[in-house]
Structure formats: structure tokens, C-alpha cells
């Protein structure tokens, strides 16, 4: 068994008034075989928790720690980190124009493991990725999300996922503009995926329809840059019945007394 754990993560961005601290201290720990989501009203700090995960530049790391099996990630770099095991599908998947799917693939695969795979047998595992996903293996030479749609963003994300099978996937709004057909799709992967039983996903979303279909074992509410609370899988439905109001009023009130 893995283990993820992020202790007391304080996390800065610099905006044009200066520095300005997004996450204010985040305590989470996920495990191998586990599925957790956090959920969060817009501008709580959820993209901010992922990419900071990742190594993004923009973010600064003021204090805390995050380590993989005890292993600070935060001192590595973002090609190391995705070798120690981290994967982030990201909510916004950027343009590569010229860089066809397929080498970008079988690129990051060799630089993943270390030596390049087998081309008859890579072939192969691209091509009934793709499949899996719905999309035809003609996808595999079209530039990296280039003219893509939304939906195929997010599928291309997902034969990642399963291609490179990092110990754990970071999701950020996975389910961000996918029609249902989409969003089953997606799903379908993520949960292909977690069902090794040796693999851990951080689900990050707005809404509880993806939690349909990928049940999680655990829920955090994610409110003004911390985790405001955290249940099983009935929590989700609390707040899809009450949504964050009570959360959000909880912590103005709480800087507002501070």
C-alpha cells in the first residue's frame, strides 16, 4: 500500500497586489485503494491543491509537505514526480501543435519507465486505449489536443491515465463540459483504473453527477482554501441536497473574528 499524505499545505500565488495565500493549511492523507473527492464551491483552492501537487511554477509552497510514501515530492521536480508515481489530468488540457498523440504517448511512457516500449506491442496498448475511450485509433496521430473537443480532451486524458497507470491520479474536473455519454466514458476509465486495488485517485469536482457513476470512499468539502469537512459517500449526497452555504457563511465568520 501507497500512501499520499499532505500536511498543513499553505500554498501562495503572486497577483499584481502582491502575494496573495490560497491554501491556508491543507490536511489530507490518500492511500492506495482508495477514491477520494473533493468537492468545493468555485475559488475554494481545489486546482490550486492539484497543481501545487504537480509542481506547477505559479504556485509557491509557503510551508507544509507533501510526500509519497514518506518521499517529499515538493523538492522534486515536476518529470520526477511523475516517476515517483504522480499523475495530474488536468481541467483545462493545453494545446501541443505538432506533437502527435501518439509520440507524445510512447514519449512520456519511455521517459515514465525508463526505456522505450516495445513499437508492435505499444501499438497495440495505444490503439485499444483509444478504443476503450471511443476513439479511433486515426486519433493517435492528430497534434495534442489540438482542435479537439471538450469531451475528447478529457477521454485523451483518461487513455493517459491507463497508459502510464501511475500509483495515483490527481483528476481535476474530469467531468468539466462532458455530455453524459462523455462523462460515462470518463468515468468507465477512472474506475478501470482504480479497481487494481494498488492504485489511489483525488477526484476534484463542483458537482455530485460524476459520483454516480465513480463512488468515492470518501468526501471533502473544500472551502476557503481548507478542508472544511469530510464524510463517506453520503456526504456528497448532503450536498447536493443543501449545497455549501453553511460552509461558506462558517468561514467568513471565521476571518471575520480572526
Not at 16 to 26: D, F, S
Not at 66 to 88: K, N, P, Q, W, Y
Not at 217 to 245: C, I, K, M, S, T
Amino acid at each position: 500500500m501507497a500512501t499520499l499524505e499532505i500536511k498543513d499545505l499553505h500554498v501562495s500565488v503572486d497577483t499584481e497586489e502582491g502575494a496573495k495565500e490560497i491554501l491556508r493549511g491543507v490536511d489530507l492523507t490518500v492511500k492506495t485503494g482508495e477514491v477520494h473527492a473533493i468537492m468545493g464551491p468555485n475559488g475554494s483552492g481545489k486546482s490550486t491543491l492539484a497543481y501545487s501537487i504537480a509542481g506547477h511554477p505559479k504556485y509557491t509552497i509557503t510551508s507544509g509537505s507533501v510526500t509519497l510514501d514518506g518521499v517529499d515530492i515538493l523538492s522534486m521536480t515536476v518529470d520526477e514526480r511523475a516517476r515517483a508515481g504522480l499523475f495530474l489530468a488536468m481541467q483545462y488540457p493545453v494545446e501541443v501543435p505538432g506533437v502527435s498523440v501518439a509520440n507524445f504517448l510512447r514519449t512520456a511512457k519511455t521517459a515514465i519507465d525508463g526505456e522505450a516500449p516495445k513499437l508492435r506491442t505499444w501499438v497495440k496498448d495505444v490503439n485499444e486505449a483509444l478504443e476503450r475511450v471511443t476513439l479511433d485509433k486515426e486519433f493517435a496521430q492528430r497534434s495534442v489536443n489540438e482542435g479537439f473537443s471538450g469531451g475528447e480532451k478529457k477521454r485523451h486524458e483518461i487513455a493517459q491515465l491507463e497508459l502510464l497507470n501511475p500509483k495515483f491520479a490527481v483528476l481535476d474536473e474530469t467531468d468539466s463540459g462532458l455530455d453524459i455519454d462523455a462523462l460515462r466514458v470518463v468515468s468507465d476509465g477512472v474506475n478501470r483504473y482504480s479497481s487494481q486495488g494498488d492504485r489511489g485517485v483525488l477526484l476534484i469536482t463542483h458537482y455530485t453527477r460524476i459520483l454516480r457513476y465513480i463512488k468515492p470512499d470518501y468526501v471533502h468539502v473544500f472551502v476557503a482554501g481548507r478542508v472544511a469537512d469530510q464524510g463517506g459517500p453520503e456526504l456528497a449526497d448532503e450536498l447536493e441536497a443543501n449545497g455549501y452555504d453553511k460552509y461558506v457563511k462558517a468561514a467568513a465568520e471565521a476571518v471575520a473574528s480572526a
